[in-house]
Structure formats: structure tokens, C-alpha cells
């Protein structure tokens, strides 16, 4: 099983930046891949951004460009970052950490807010 904390969400006005993180603890040697989704009310969760273990990423084509994903591994704890500038507002959801495991299991955060206005 894999614990994941997020952090780093809030407020901030258009065109301004936010940095999201992700810490993955537990059995992190199974991962596959980390990522960000986000969720609106009404909408289906949809993929932001992922990296696997072997650093390979994928954006969402809303994001390109604007958002960057990174990923820090140390013995016992992977971090996954999602730096985010030129925020919109159509960028305001829950963002939600996900580790993807070797096995297909999937682990979730508990969503951290982001709110874009100006």
C-alpha cells in the first residue's frame, strides 16, 4: 500500500503560479507512475499530468506549456511536484495525487483545492 500527502494548494489570481506536492510513502519500490488529476463539480476526474519511475511525462493539452511535473526520490519517500503558472481560471478544481503501481492499483490523496480568479 502507498500513503500519499498532498500540500500546496489555495488561492491565486490569474496569470500567478502555484506549486502542488505529493508525498508517496509505503511500498514505493511498486510504483509505476505518479500523477495529478483534477475534478470540478459535475465533471469526471480528468488527468493533468503523470511521470513514471523512469522519469518519462504526459501532459494534458489544456496544461502544456504552463505546468510542469517532477518527481524526487529518496530510500523511503518519493515526492512528486506539479509546478503550475499562467493559471486560468478554468484551472480552479480539486486536484487529486495518484500513484499507479506495478500490480494496476491505484492509490488516491485526499485532493487539495485550487482557486483561480482574479
Known amino acids: 500500500q502507498v500513503q500519499l500527502v498532498e500540500s500546496g494548494g489555495g488561492w491565486v489570481q490569474t496569470g500567478g503560479s502555484l506549486r502542488l506536492s505529493c508525498a508517496a510513502s509505503?511500498?514505493?519500490?511498486?510504483?509505476?507512475?505518479m500523477g495529478w488529476y483534477r475534478q470540478t463539480p459535475g465533471k469526471q476526474r480528468e488527468l493533468v499530468a503523470t511521470?513514471?519511475?523512469?522519469?518519462?511525462?504526459?501532459?494534458a493539452n489544456s496544461v502544456k506549456g504552463r505546468f510542469t511535473i517532477s518527481g524526487v526520490r529518496d530510500n523511503a519517500k518519493m515526492t512528486v511536484y506539479l509546478q503550475m503558472n499562467s493559471l486560468k481560471s478554468e484551472d480552479t478544481a480539486v486536484y487529486y495525487c495518484?500513484?499507479?503501481?506495478?500490480?494496476?492499483?491505484?492509490?488516491w490523496g485526499q485532493g487539495t483545492q485550487v482557486t483561480v480568479s482574479s
Open positions: 511521470i513514471t519511475t523512469a522519469g518519462s511525462t504526459n501532459y
Open positions: 495518484n500513484s499507479n503501481m506495478i500490480s494496476g492499483n491505484n492509490y
Open positions: 509505503g511500498r514505493i519500490f511498486s510504483l509505476n507512475a
